[in-house]
């Protein structure tokens, strides 16, 4: 059964540095989406990134970017020049098969930046 | 402006009294989705729409009911709440899908408690 892992329950880091958050994933379809969500404390969902499983270069967007291993079956997001307002909840999730709408999230991490 | 519009925010009610949460795009979306969100589990998917008249369970849709008669409203129906209930409840919208995956838009939660 498809399954997403996030091993990290929380993480620390300091401001103006990289930090990456672990996503693994379980699946037996070879067409599949990769997503990166921000959860602040006022709650919203934000989408970040986006890897599709046929993708051959590493998704990127401004400070985040995804480090895509298929092999291995993980998508680690990679948040550099850390920022005191990327404090938050983060989710990966995935979509399979690509076409449709069912998606499976992970359990989160909490990322907290201190100055 | 886009967006994902549920109702209500907060709700307190009681066992066995039947509840509906509606949820609103006016995005044209074709694809919507309900989740809920408790601490230590991430989302998990209680029903998802790809079309009017379509829907399809999740991971969690015991106690739930759902209808899509119109592109645009997919309600959330709890006939007869239980504790177990209690929970943060997100609508999330998308277009259909294709290769280039698009993101759900998420409505800003429902915080429903069941006493």
């Known amino acids: 059964a498809q399954k997403i892992t996030q091993t990290q329950p929380g993480m620390f880091v300091q401001e103006k540095e990289a930090v990456t958050l672990d996503c693994t994933y379980d699946?037996?379809?070879?067409?599949?989406?990769l997503f990166w969500y921000k959860q602040p404390s006022s709650g919203e969902m934000i989408f970040l990134i986006y890897q599709g499983s046929y993708d051959e270069q590493n998704a990127t967007e401004g400070r985040y970017s995804l480090n895509f291993q298929k092999a291995r079956k993980s998508a680690n997001l990679v948040i550099s020049a850390s920022q005191l307002g990327d404090s938050a909840m983060y989710f990966c999730a995935m979509r399979e098969p690509y076409n449709t709408d069912k998606l499976i999230f992970g359990t989160g991490t909490r990322l907290q930046v201190f100055p | 402006e886009a967006q994902v519009t549920q109702n209500p925010r907060y709700l307190i009610t009681v066992t066995g009294k039947k509840l509906t949460v509606t949820c609103s795009q006016n995005m044209n979306h074709e694809y919507m989705s309900w989740y809920r969100q408790d601490p230590g589990l991430g989302l998990r998917q209680i029903y998802y729409s790809m079309n009017v008249e379509v829907t399809d369970k999740g991971d969690v849709p015991e106690g739930y009911k759902v209808s899509r008669k119109e592109k645009r409203n997919f309600p959330l129906i709890l006939e007869s709440p239980s504790p177990n209930q209690t929970s943060l409840y997100f609508c999330?919208?998308?277009?259909?899908?294709?290769?280039?995956?698009?993101?759900?838009?998420f409505g800003d939660g429902t915080r429903l408690s069941i006493l």
């Open positions: 699946t037996s379809d070879q067409s599949y989406g």
């Open positions: 999330a919208s998308s277009p259909k899908q294709g290769y280039s995956n698009q993101p759900q838009h």
